[in-house]
């Protein structure tokens, strides 16, 4: 199998999960929703702040890549949803739904072999794609450890898990 091919295929299990980090799936699962507003001890968030923090630095740097027009949000408030910020099932299950679409942009943009993964961004000069895939890779799989960390805190496991 060619390098490019194997290379390619690391970069999709990396941003999936599984091998040593847990999936986005599996660390949301069956997660009680009168829970999602709820800061956990001496953590200034909710549970869906933090998911939307990530599809928020997701979708920033999936635009940085494709758009060359794209402003990113302001650092590091505009990459949170304000403080006092409240979800309801409807904004929790769009939080999902667009980072799962930007995920799959991010797979499909690493899976396509017309993209060279090595070559410079041509709006941002020293960037390139594998450079920013990683980049989500790293911080999805970072924020996804502490969405599940943040679960064990507050008690919002299903009774009887065991991994």
Do not use: K
Request: net charge negative.
């Amino acid at each position: 199998m060619p390098p490019n091919t194997i290379l390619r295929e690391q970069l999709l299990h990396l941003l999936r999960g599984g091998n040593a980090h847990m999936s986005f799936e599996e660390a949301l699962a069956d997660f009680p929703m009168e829970f999602i507003n709820v800061r956990p001890p001496n953590v200034p968030y909710t549970p869906w702040h933090l998911i939307e923090h990530i599809r928020i630095a997701q979708w920033d740097i999936l635009e940085f890549v494709r758009n060359p027009e794209h402003i990113s949000p302001d650092w590091p408030e505009g990459h949170w949803p304000p403080r006092e910020a409240q979800a309801d099932r409807r904004a929790w299950d769009n939080t999902i739904a667009a980072f799962q679409r930007d995920l799959q942009a991010v797979q499909d943009m690493a899976a396509d072999p017309s993209n060279d993964l090595f070559a410079e961004i041509p709006h941002a000069p020293g960037y390139t794609i594998f450079r920013e895939i990683l980049l989500v890779a790293d911080h999805n799989a970072y924020h996804i450890g502490e969405f599940a960390i943040l679960r064990q805190i507050m008690g919002t496991w299903p009774e009887g898990r065991t991994d």
